[in-house]
């Protein structure tokens, strides 16, 4: 008995030492990979930097929930965090981070309080909301900017939208799909969903070595999948893809992507800068290319799609990661693509091969698209005002309808189409009725199909008038 135990009891110590082996190895890799982002893991991949900040000072915390009908036709509740600074004047300016929380010891958030502005995302992450990336955590982002909207405290002239990676999907999402908004940075943004999710991480699945930081995501965006019974659906492809509705941005929008990004191939940005050869440290055979015989537009890039006249693209060469600056941008394009050129794809690397300390400061862009407010930085596109007909009508892809649930939720049709006469309300009141009643018979008239769009469109400026 005694000689049993005692086996056991080595047994357990071999258990022990293999276990603190692994993690004492899998800490050197990622401290090693991280370098000085090493001690805040999560903020690598959502774009976001850290330091070792003091409590914040004069800044009300709030977490509110926003409640959403799910795909199950549930209602549903998940918080988001307010950073309102004090002594502030309200309604003030807000910073919406959409998917990804961004925390206290943002680096970027203490920025824009600097500023004046009122900060919220998400917070309690989970990550199996990257896994309901095209559904319900679509559903929910959209949501929460809507409450945010109706809360007196902030500005609806004044409202920008800012993420990174998957949250750079939702910040390009949001842009396509909502009115309201005066500015949009999207950091290494999904734009092709098609691409990233249904060619490019299976392809990096079947390697024997996948490399290492993308191993660590591609399992968690796998249920994006079961929202596509159909993997042949283009149109559905590309109604929940940036690239396919990219002809309905209307806010000014700046998109970052660095040349060397291995978990969002920058090909779905552009294919201008992208290397014709992958980095040596990379799997032989293996590309992170975007093929140009995808189906539809899933071929094309962001800039592709773009209206070339009101778009710029910037190239700038990345020869010191540690080094500071200014997000540069064309005041006159409401679209600019930053491309900052680190080499080639490396399998050590991330969101980028290099890594460093330099802060990219984004506030002057901010801080100009608010100076100009909602009024002045709103575009009337017409594949924008088709959308929001179809939500109107609950027809929507991105935005399912609902009813018989609970018509106060978001995520129901009533509550849809109420968000809608305030959407279009909202630039009448900055513009004209006149106005917007041009451009929306246009749109229509030039739509291939009629899909009922005259109809809706009269009932809501009849409830406008």
Known sequence: ????????????????????????????VLKSALGDNWEDFSKFFTMQSGENLPPLENVEQRTIDVKFINKDGVVEARPIRLYLPEQVQQPMPLVYVPHYEMAEDSAELRRYLAKGWAVASPTAFDNAYNGELTDDDLVFNN????????????????????????GGYTTLMLGALQMGNCAAIATAPISNIY????????????????????????GAFAPIMDNFPDKGDT??????????????????????????????????????????HEGDTMPEGFSTRLPADNPGVLGRSL??????????????PLTNPDEDSILPYDSEKPFNLNIYDDGPTQATGSHKASTGTGI?????????????SLAK??????????????????????????????????GSLTVYRQEVIEELGQWAENHSLSELDTAMRKAIANAEESGGYLTAWEEIKSALE
């Open 195 to 218: 691409f990233n999710f249904y060619q490019y991480f299976p392809a990096a699945e079947k390697l024997e070595n996948t490399p290492f930081f993308l191993a660590l995501v591609t």
């Open 360 to 372: 990219l400061d984004d506030t002057a862009f901010v801080e100009e698209m608010f100076s100009r």
């Open 143 to 166: 949501a929460a900017l809507y409450a945010l909207r109706h809360m007196e405290e902030f500005d609806r002239q004044r409202l920008a939208l800012i993420g990174g990676s998957a």
């Open 377 to 410: 930085t709103e575009l009337l596109m017409p594949g924008k005002l088709l959308l929001l007909l179809e939500r109107y009508q609950g027809s929507s892809v991105q935005l399912p309808a609902h009813e018989g649930v609970d018509d106060t939720v978001y």
């Open 235 to 276: 149109a559905r492809w590309e109604a929940l893809s940036p690239v396919g509705v990219a002809d309905c941005f209307s806010n000014p929008l700046i998109v970052v992507h660095v040349t060397s990004d291995i978990l969002v191939p920058i090909d779905q940005t552009t294919r201008e800068f992208t290397y014709d």
């Open 1 to 28: 008995m005694k000689k049993a135990i005692k086996i056991f009891g080595i047994i357990l110590l071999v258990i022990a030492a293999l276990i603190v082996t692994t993690f004492f190895v899998l800490s050197h």
């Open 303 to 316: 800039a592709d799609e773009l209206p070339a006249e009101l778009t710029r693209i910037e190239h700038i």
